[in-house]
């Protein structure tokens, strides 16, 4: 009895992370545009310092990636490693939507881009959790790439036992076809602050204490690590006066896990449930949804500030508005757009495990 609830157990998991990879397929297309297999510098030991851009890496090691470090001279080492590779890009590529594939790391990775601390998987001891099969598939944000200039990706490994280092998978940075670039960018330092609180949608509310975050970019990167539950942010603009006629989409990207958002003190939607609701987050893939909500035309101010609300709420790892595009685009140019990209609520995540385990 035990054995065939084991079996049952192991078919369904091998079937829910087939439809993730099938899910994630088709909701983007990605064209690789720089490939970074090969050769990369390498070290052994920990030391902060050698994330940054201008660390002198001439004297470390080459070794191939992606493949195990112990197949290149380093057989039986656990502990922490450095990895620093170059690439270029072009400035047409400015306002696209890029991605870093590292593949697969064993065990544990942080990332970071010109000495920016953008990205990780898995977490080191004393908590320790591995993400050796987790597809290492990150957002590099605009505002800390050098565009016709080198720029330094730093990647911090731990291997807490057997084989170690970036292992496997396709390597290099992609480019994400069929992005929206919006008409008036909102992208860049907006308010953040953790906690709760309906005061916090008020136009009036007063946020100059709260600590300034880039948007998009998970907060964990930016001094919330390991924090999981609420976070409100903020952001005042002025309205482009060419769209002052137009009717307009507020795009917020992807949110990890669940928001509602408010335009000028009004609410205008939501995507996932909150705790509140019932949600179950072991089983919620709204952080996978792009998030695009209607303004109703009598909203925004033509002629002076505006302010954009947004409660979020983590149920674990990851969190926050973490990747573009990010602003305001004319309605019918979303139309357009949408019609090629349809974006399909689904929730198969949801449904699979509400199959299998009830609610």
Known sequence: MWLNTMIRYTIHIALLLLLIMLQAHAQKKMDRVIDLSGDWKFEIGDNPSWAKSDFDDTQWDEIRVPDFWENQGYPGYDGWAWYRSRFVLPSSMRNDALFLSLGNVDDVDEVYVNGQFFAFQGSPPPHYVSAYADPQWFYLPAEYLRFNGENVIAVRVYDNEMYGGIIRGPIGIYRESGYLVPDQSLRGPWKLSTGDGPERARVSYDDRGWMTVLVPAYWETQGLRGYDGFGWYRREFTLDPALRDQRLILLLGRIDDVDE?????????????????????????????????????????????????????????????????????????????NKKHPQKKDSVIRDFFDAIFGR
């Open 261 to 337: 958002v408010w335009v000028n003190g009004r609410s205008i939607g939501k995507t996932g449930r909150m705790p509140s609701e019932g949600n179950n987050f072991y089983n919620d893939d709204s952080y996978k949804q792009l998030r695009a909500y209607f303004i109703p035309p009598d909203l925004l101010r033509k002629d002076g500030g505006n302010v954009i609300a947004v409660r979020v709420y983590d149920g674990f790892m990851h969190g926050g508005i973490y990747e573009g595009p990010i602003g305001l685009v004319r309605q019918d140019r979303y139309r357009a757009w």
